[in-house]
Structure formats: structure tokens, C-alpha cells
């Protein structure tokens, strides 16, 4: 079982940054792809970002491209979303997700664990 935990979240100005971490209870974190997902209110649960186990392959929605940058530390078993130039567009629930193995699934139904999610919002 894994058990993530994400944390971080709060309120930024337009431009601003955020730094979004997910802590794994698992003794095997680098055997998991992990990933970033958000939803805003009334929409659907969105890709937002994804990285290897190795943490040498990664993906992004074209939205963040350039403005986030998502990493891991396997020593602490920590994933990380780091969010600059922030848009009001940005503001949502920002979910980890884990999948064991190799993973190039952009779609919620392809990772079998999640946090509770935080809330980032972005005021313009």
C-alpha cells in the first residue's frame, strides 16, 4: 500500500510561486511513477504533470509548460511540484498520484493511488 500526502497549498498572487510537496508512506518509492493532477470547481480532474521512478523522464500538460517543473527526491521519498508565473486560471485542487512502474498514462484511471489533495488559489 502507499499512502500519499501532498502539502503546500495556499493562496498566491498572479505571478507569483508555489511549491507543492507529496510525501509517500511507501518503502518502494522509486519503483512508482508519480504524478500531478488538478481539478477546479465543476470541471474534470486534469493532467497536470508526471515523472519517471528514475526521475529522468518527464511530462507536462502544454498549459504549465515552462512555468512548472515537477521532481522527486527517491532518498525521501518526496515528489515535488514546484509553480511559477502562477495564472487565476491555475487555482484549483492540486491531487499527487502514484502508478506502479512505467507509466505514460496522462488520465486519472491510470494511477492507482492519490492524496487528499490541496488547495492552490491564485489571485489575479
Known amino acids: 500500500q502507499v499512502q500519499l500526502v501532498e502539502s503546500g497549498g495556499g493562496l498566491a498572487q498572479a505571478g507569483g510561486s508555489l511549491r507543492l510537496s507529496c510525501a509517500s508512506s511507501?518503502?518502494?518509492?522509486?519503483?512508482?511513477?508519480m504524478g500531478w493532477f488538478r481539478q477546479a470547481p465543476g470541471k474534470e480532474r486534469e493532467f497536470v504533470a508526471r515523472?519517471?521512478?528514475?526521475?529522468?523522464?518527464?511530462y507536462y500538460t502544454d498549459s504549465v509548460k515552462g512555468r512548472f517543473t515537477i521532481s522527486r527526491s527517491n532518498a525521501k521519498n518526496t515528489a515535488f511540484l514546484q509553480m511559477n508565473g502562477l495564472k487565476a486560471e491555475d487555482t484549483a485542487v492540486y491531487y499527487c498520484?502514484?502508478?506502479?512502474?512505467?507509466?505514460?498514462?496522462?488520465?486519472?484511471?491510470?494511477?492507482?493511488?492519490w492524496g487528499q489533495g490541496t488547495q492552490v488559489t491564485v489571485s489575479s
Open positions: 511507501g518503502r518502494t518509492f522509486s519503483r512508482y511513477t
Open positions: 515523472i519517471s521512478g528514475s526521475g529522468t523522464t518527464l
Open positions: 498520484a502514484a502508478a506502479l512502474g512505467v507509466v505514460i498514462i496522462n488520465t486519472p484511471d491510470g494511477y492507482g493511488y
